[in-house]
């Protein structure tokens, strides 16, 4: 059964601080790891995804890395902005040939002006 | 190309009544996928539909919770004589057909359907 653990729990930073959430999981026999945000109260809002054959996708002050051989991914956040204020979580689908998902625990940023 | 639509977006029900939440997804999807967000705690699958087919239903709460995928319309989410514990967050996800193996999609969220039980 696959477990993702993400830490910190949660993360209180000044703004323009660079920083850094991660995602372990137990099962690396993973496809791909998606990264979401979600704001209180909100639906989900996808951020990137890394396949299982790459090691780091990056969407603009973003970056996420894959290690599935020792069951890590990071997700680094550049200059981080008031507007990053939210929890972030890690999704790995199983392995099953289909998308159920499990998800993180969740980190939740603050970012403070 | 819409995304995945959920309705209601926030759902009032008193105790004992029935909640039906709709998921409409993405179109060319043909599965789908419920989850529940319990207040302060993570999200958890519950069940994935194909058309007309429930594939895996094992995070489905034994009693009062239902889920299809009819061959027109949207997939609905059923919850009988709902109590205060079913207060959540319920997400729907939609993917294309995939071949086993293929693990390349992403995973498309609607906006989920807020249930308070009163």
């Known amino acids: 059964k696959q477990e993702v653990t993400q830490i910190p729990a949660a993360l209180s930073v000044p703004e323009g601080e660079n920083l850094v959430l991660n995602c372990s999981f137990t099962d690396s026999a993973i496809y791909n790891l998606q990264w979401f945000r979600q704001d209180p109260g909100k639906g989900l809002t996808s951020l990137l995804l890394?396949?299982?054959?790459?090691r780091e996708q990056t969407s603009g002050r973003l970056n996420a890395s894959l290690d599935k051989s020792s069951g890590r991914s990071t997700l680094y956040i550049a200059a981080s902005q008031p507007g990053d204020s939210a929890t972030y979580l890690c999704a790995v689908p199983n392995s099953g040939g289909y998308q159920k998902v499990t998800f993180g625990t969740g980190t939740k940023l603050q970012v403070i002006p | 190309n819409a995304g995945v639509m959920q309705n209601p977006r926030h759902l009032v029900r008193r105790r004992g009544q029935e909640a039906r939440l709709r998921c409409s997804p993405m179109?060319?999807?043909?599965?789908v996928y419920w989850y529940r967000q319990l207040p302060e705690e993570g999200l958890k699958f519950m069940v994935y539909l194909q058309k007309e087919n429930i594939i895996d239903e094992s995070g489905m709460p034994k009693e009062r919770f239902s889920a299809e995928f009819p061959k027109e319309g949207p997939s609905i989410l059923r919850i009988q004589q709902v109590v205060r514990g079913d207060s959540a967050a319920y997400f729907c996800a939609s993917s294309p057909w995939l071949n086993r193996g293929q693990g390349n999609t992403e995973a498309f969220f609607g906006q989920g359907t807020r249930l308070t039980v009163v």
């Open positions: 890394i396949q299982s054959s790459q």
């Open positions: 179109k060319g999807h043909s599965h």
